[in-house]
């Protein structure tokens, strides 16, 4: 690999997340069209419980594609070639396992994540149909993905995400718009995506397996390195859960759903970082096989630039266009004043994301696990609860600006980390 392949990476991957991020915007004014608030607090209370196994096939497929690129950099290519079944065997088990386990906590867990009584039907609508008929998919799907680019077939991980998103698009406005079946319908368009992601992505991959090897050092390795990226994928879903219920005490329903659309702007921005950290991840991991420092500073400035200038026009664009984007959604009167003052904040804050997001996905690219575990954890589990319980006596507008001091926060560790990593190095090189 060289350095011009930056390009050959970055390039596919971003398009992919790009893609996805325009369709899941659509997909919500769908939802907000026919079922307005009520429509947009379902989805966004019965997200995070899909998202338990979405995110677990994201960090186990990228821990996997971690250890195949570091050993294809050390030259252990049969090494490499074994853990591609063996990953996907281990990962279809999780998935059956877990999408059992989850079906039966399926009511618990809606109530524990930000339902009431009037909102809980159509959660739940939503919800069964995505266990019944997709779990084990969405474990799947999204592994295939971070492996596909870490067997040099970045253009074939995209072609397979692009055509899960067109299909899935047009099958929501069927669904949802002509044939008006709701929730239920946005449920199964989702499935149908993720099942020709994964009929495209295996067609495409099989021809790599090569054996079955269940060692010791591969299972740890995928196992420890994936917590890093299932954490910092579904740590989203943990802030989602915890704002939703303080929005939840605060303005019910209405404040949920404008929460909801907060988090469709967001998602663009994570899809964004996740494009370019995903993207150069292959690379990141190869140089770090080969310690070859002065490559992987090259490719950490050339992320970050990137990142930094497509995020910056998706912001500005954001900012700008913030009330028609509220009634493209159809924002309740309530929600929509809620949402012109929110979305400030959270304009400002995408800026500081658009870096450190790009930096944590560094940390666990090259086995930096600690700082990435730091950087993936103290946010939903430190700075988002604190702050939240501080914001409490000063009304719901708190919430927004307290968004704002958290990603402050992380911005500034995670270029502390970052530099810090890089004096040890340097350090360590003399």
């Known amino acids: 690999m060289e350095i011009k392949s930056f390009k050959n990476y970055l390039i ?42 979405h995110s ?72 069964t149909t995505y266990l019944l008929f997709g779990g084990i998919l969405f474990v799947i799907g999204p592994a295939l993905i971070p492996l596909l680019k870490n067997s040099g077939k970045s253009k074939m991980a995209m072609i397979a995400s ?28 989702s499935i149908l995506g993720q099942l020709s992601c994964v009929i495209i992505a295996l067609f495409s991959y099989y021809k790599e397996f090569d054996g079955v090897s269940f060692n010791k050092q591969f299972i740890k390795k995928f196992f420890i390195g994936g917590i890093a990226p299932y954490v910092l994928n579904f740590s989203y879903d943990i802030i989602l859960i915890i704002t939703n219920r303080v929005c939840g005490y605060f303005n019910g329903n209405e404040a949920i759903a404008t929460y909801a659309l907060l988090t469709y702007a967001l998602y663009v ?106 950087m993936t954890i103290i946010e939903p589990f430190i700075l988002t609860p604190l702050c939240y319980l501080l914001c409490i006596p000063f009304g719901i507008d708190a919430i927004w600006w307290s968004y704002l001091i958290i990603q402050s926060i992380l911005f500034i560790l995670s270029i502390f980390l970052y530099i810090r990593s890089e004096m040890k190095l340097w350090t360590a090189s003399y």
């Open 269 to 374: 921005v994570n899809a964004i970082c996740q494009g370019v950290g995903d993207g150069i991840q292959p690379m990141f991991s190869y140089y770090s096989g080969k310690n070859d420092k002065k490559m992987l500073r090259k490719l950490v400035m050339k992320s970050l630039i990137v990142s930094f200038i497509v995020n910056s026009i998706f912001i500005t664009l954001f900012i700008i266009f913030r009330y028609q984007i509220a009634k493209l959604f159809n924002l309740s009167d309530v929600g929509l004043n809620i949402f012109k003052y929110a979305s400030i904040f959270y304009g400002i804050s995408f800026f500081m994301i658009s870096i450190s997001k790009v930096i944590a996905s560094y940390f666990y690219s090259v086995n930096r696990n600690l700082y990435a575990n730091i």
């Open 56 to 127: 677990m096939g994201i960090g186990l497929g990228i821990s996997a594609g971690i250890y195949i690129s570091r050993k294809n950099g050390e030259g252990k290519y049969d090494e490499a070639n074994k853990a591609k079944l063996t990953s996907i065997i281990i990962l279809l088990i999780l998935g059956i396992v877990f999408t059992t386990i989850i079906f039966f906590l399926k009511k618990p867990l809606i109530y524990l994540f930000g339902a009431d009584d009037v909102v809980y039907p159509y959660a739940d609508e939503y919800l």
């Open 162 to 189: 692009i055509s899960s998103v067109i299909l899935n698009f047009t099958l929501d406005y069927i669904f949802i718009i002509v044939l008006d079946m709701g929730l239920k319908g946005a449920a199964l368009a």
């Open 12 to 53: 596919p991957s971003l398009v992919a997340t790009v893609f996805l991020a325009t369709y899941v915007i659509f997909d919500g004014i769908f939802i907000g069209v026919k079922l307005s608030d009520l429509g947009l607090s379902a989805i966004n209370i019965g997200w995070p419980v899909v998202a338990i196994l």
